[in-house]
């Protein structure tokens, strides 16, 4: 790192003398951002989850909470707190929201390893819901998860906070990335993918639907229950996007051994198509449109751009 040096005409110069990096460094930890913001979603969905023991059977509340209070990174809850802290947003609606996002993200991996869709044993190191539970109790427990987040989201406190509208707009938001308009769309397509020759321009598309979709309404809801204007959300919208994109791809380049080693894998991914280099390379511009995305903000935006860096050098 290079250092401009600039003497001051003052009687002891030494103490005059500043030195001022190039690229300023980050003020935040990220891992320890991550890992504050992660202990209060923690204990936000606890709470949730045990508010719906007394209407569920015993079996069915093991199997929700095994699935949910298993150690996941809780990336799409943490940006949606993120960009809410950028516009100022209130604190309570806001954890409420992630949480909301998050059950349909953890209903959605249940429903994945499902045998009829991509037939996953395990699950960040332990088994699926539907090999620890069985597939009845599974597929109950991620339908009640994708319910549960808009029984949140529908909280009638939340409304009297935002208003009727602007509570019925975050409603729409995330019903819109978590069904046929987005995660759905993106899962049905997967299976057309044999049909037709597949170009990266198709998975981004694929991808900007299956991973995308829910990652930019993360980030989209904590800027609308900031308050912020039109075109701050269309920044937000468009720096969320493209870190979604980041986030599959580094995905797709993280499993290439655990696909190698796993024949009833799937081997066709952004990786496979292009190769480890380009995309590698398509990772890099993503993360340069991301930074470009809020470089508006300038330092207000630190966590935003911590979160992108993150995701992009992450190795697990």
Do not use: W
């Amino acid at each position: 790192m290079r250092y401009h040096l600039t003497t001051a005409t003052s009687k002891n110069k030494l103490d005059n003398v500043c030195c001022q990096a190039d690229t300023p460094q980050p003020t935040i930890d990220i891992r320890r951002y991550f890992g504050d913001r992660k202990s209060l979603i923690d204990a936000a969905l606890d709470k949730y989850l045990k508010s719906t023991a007394p209407q569920v059977t015993p079996l069915l509340y093991q199997a929700m909470c095994y699935s949910v209070l298993d150690g996941g990174k809780r990336f799409r809850p943490i940006l949606t707190l993120a960009v809410g802290e950028l516009f100022s947003a209130k604190r309570v609606p806001l954890l409420s929201f992630a949480c909301a996002i998050e059950l349909i993200h953890c209903y959605s991996l249940i429903h994945d390893d499902l045998p009829s869709l991509d037939n996953d044993d395990f699950r960040r190191g332990k088994p699926s819901c539907h090999k620890r539970f069985g597939e009845a109790i599974a597929l109950l427990a991620g339908d009640a998860l994708l319910t549960e987040a808009f029984f949140i989201a529908s909280d009638p406190a939340l409304a009297r906070i935002f208003g009727s509208s602007l509570s019925a707009k975050l409603i729409r938001e995330i019903s819109a990335s978590a069904g046929m308009r987005g995660m759905i769309s993106g899962q049905s397509r997967e299976f057309e993918l044999d049909k037709c020759k597949v170009t990266p321009d198709i998975l981004e598309d694929l991808d900007g639907l299956k991973t995308g979709a829910l990652i930019t309404t993360a980030a989209r809801v904590g800027a609308i229950i900031g308050g912020t204007t039109r075109k701050d959300l269309d920044r937000i919208t468009r720096y969320a996007r493209s870190l979604g994109l980041v986030f599959q791809i580094t995905d797709d380049i993280l499993d290439e051994h655990e696909i190698s080693q796993d024949a009833h894998k799937s081997s066709l991914n952004y990786l496979s198509v292009v190769g480890k280099a380009k995309a590698k390379e398509r990772v890099q511009t993503l993360y340069a449109q991301c930074l470009k995305e809020i470089e508006p903000y300038g330092r207000a935006a630190e966590t935003l751009r911590e979160i992108a860096r993150y995701i992009t050098e992450r190795t697990q």
